[in-house]
């Protein structure tokens, strides 16, 4: 059974560029939340992706979108990139929209220089 | 407004002997707890919850304690194993599925 899978592993970007995450939920899950870690901080929810389409959305500026593709994966996009986006950017997957059992990915390391 | 806090960052401990990591919350609505083990290179794993209408929930090893009128929670590791060692983050959910974590705690079980 194939867990959360993100990709990629590592990126690095400049300030002012763009980037795009992506991740697979794990087989059974139709709910996506991206989550990013600050260095020494913990995970700080970005927004939530059900049906396609954004339900919750935490303290996060328009800059960082998302979409959910009809086979559930999912992509965060940040545009204008500034160094205080460097972070591990987690990926987690659930059944419905208000389940707590949430399960990870390994992350992206995202380094904005 | 962190509404979820684990005010120690860091705990070392003998292997075989209790270990216990702390969480305070602010918002007396949360519906569930959870505390999340994570290791280097990986992402959090989901270790233990308990419903904001229980005081106490066991699993194993693990159990964890509600205090709703001190808004406090804990995890009790017992016996710790070398193998417990990680990052653990406490985690509160809203009745929404927005899990709103902790800063976390390193545990470092001694051999």
């Known amino acids: 059974d194939a867990g959360v899978t993100q990709s990629p592993t590592h990126l690095i970007k400049t300030r002012g560029q763009q980037v795009t995450l992506r991740c697979s939920p794990k087989?059974?899950?139709?709910?996506v939340s991206w989550y990013q870690q600050a260095l020494g901080q913990g995970p700080q929810f970005i927004f939530q992706?059900?049906?396609?389409?954004?339900?919750q959305r935490g303290n996060f500026p328009d800059r960082f979108s998302g979409h959910q593709f009809p086979n559930y994966s999912s992509e965060l996009n940040v545009n204008a990139l500034l160094l205080g986006d460097s972070a591990l950017y987690l990926c987690?997957?659930?059944?419905?929209?208000?389940?707590?059992?949430?399960?990870f990915g390994p992350g992206t390391r995202l380094t904005v220089t | 407004d962190q509404q979820v806090k684990q005010n120690s960052p860091s705990l070392s401990v003998q292997e075989g002997r209790i270990s216990i990591l702390n969480c305070d919350y602010t918002n007396s609505m949360f519906d569930y707890f959870l505390w999340y083990k994570k290791y280097p290179a990986e992402g959090p794993t989901f270790l233990i919850s308990?419903?904001?209408?229980?005081d106490k929930n066991e699993d194993g090893r693990f159990t964890v304690f509600l205090n709703k009128s001190a808004k406090h929670l804990s995890l009790h590791i017992v016996p710790s194993q070398p193998g417990d060692s990680a990052v653990y983050f406490c985690a509160a959910s809203l009745y929404t599925g927005k899990l709103i974590f902790g800063q976390g705690t390193t545990l470092q079980v001694k051999p």
């Open positions: 308990i419903s904001s209408i229980k």
């Open positions: 987690a997957s659930s059944r419905g929209t208000v389940s707590y059992e949430q399960y």
């Open positions: 992706y059900y049906e396609e389409e954004e339900r």
């Open positions: 087989s059974g899950h139709d709910t």
